[in-house]
């Protein structure tokens, strides 16, 4: 398999926060503050391009506050992007504070990212394109659930494979499970994380979970953090692969550089489970800085 990756998804400022002691109420804690450039489907498309897939585009929507700063930095790092300037609402902002153990706790506000809408979609987007990659964010909001929809549609036309990251746990449980599996039906790979997965299935195992899933989608591929992942096809979990062991700054991004370097290596035509490793490598580098994106080599 070779060809261009195609990700829609959102493309977000970070404000990064690694306090080291517990918050303090009321008053204030020290920590290390830095404003980089984010969001899930953005760093899936680094991070595939880092991981030498020569073709990688994305789509999603922005303010014009940070506009040409995103799209200088998403060049930089070796993909196209295809921004829409959205004159009314600013670009997504995610606030992330990162303790002392690395762990994130993310403070969300979707700005433009959810209001990509029918406009912004082209079938021509697909041409010369050989996966469709959707970040699970957009499910959340009417405008931008709508144009996943159609993408997928089309993909499934041209006989583009698709894959789906479910992105977040809290919102999946806020719009309800079902209603998430019912809009994503139809994709060929799912990307979750273990929370993601037991509470799509409201099973408390992750490999039990990646399984069921594995029922009604062909291949899924279930983060560990520094546990690794799982790869599940046919309703069996087929390997368990291993995350090399390093010294954690952030977590922040990591399940997008496991995305991303998956899917860069099943373009160049890697088994799953090679895939999955390739995605851990790259997750593991990514816990070593802060923020979501590749480091500068």
Do not use: K
Not at 29 to 51: F, Q
Not at 153 to 165: K, M, N, Q
Not at 270 to 288: I, L, M
């Amino acid at each position: 398999m070779s060809g261009g990756l195609l990700v829609v998804g959102d493309v977000v400022t970070d404000v990064v926060a690694r306090h080291r002691a517990p918050l303090a109420r009321a008053t204030d804690t020290a920590a290390e503050i830095r404003t980089l450039p984010g969001g899930a489907g953005a760093n899936a498309a680094c991070w595939a391009a880092r991981s030498g897939c020569a073709d990688v585009r994305l789509l999603a929507r922005v303010g014009t506050d940070r506009a040409s700063w995103h799209e200088e930095r998403l060049a930089a790092a070796g993909v196209r992007p295809l921004l829409v300037r959205d004159e009314e609402a600013p670009t997504a902002t995610v606030v992330a504070l990162v303790d002392a153990a690395a762990e994130r706790t993310f403070l969300t506000d979707g700005g433009a990212a959810l209001r990509l809408e029918r406009g912004d979609w082209s079938p021509h987007l697909l041409d010369g394109v050989s996966h469709l990659h959707l970040s699970g964010y957009l499910f959340f909001a009417g405008p931008s659930r709508e144009v996943a929809s159609q993408a997928m549609a089309t993909a499934r036309e041209r006989g583009v494979p698709v894959s789906v990251d479910p992105a977040s746990a809290g919102f999946i449980e806020d719009s309800g499970v079902p209603g998430f599996l019912a809009a994503v039906e139809g994709a060929d790979v799912l990307l979750p994380n273990a929370d993601e997965a037991v509470l799509l299935t409201g099973l408390p195992d992750p490999s039990d979970a990646a399984a069921e899933l594995s029922r009604g989608f062909p291949l899924v591929a279930v983060t560990l953090g520094a546990s690794g992942a799982l790869v599940a096809a046919s309703g069996r979990t087929l390997a368990r692969v291993s995350a090399p062991r390093v010294r954690a700054v952030d977590s922040t991004g990591a399940g997008d550089a496991f995305t991303g370097a998956f899917l860069a290596a099943r373009l160049s035509g890697a088994p799953p489970d090679a895939a999955a490793s390739a995605g851990c490598r790259a997750g593991a580098e990514a816990v070593t800085v802060l923020g979501g994106r590749p480091p500068a080599r």
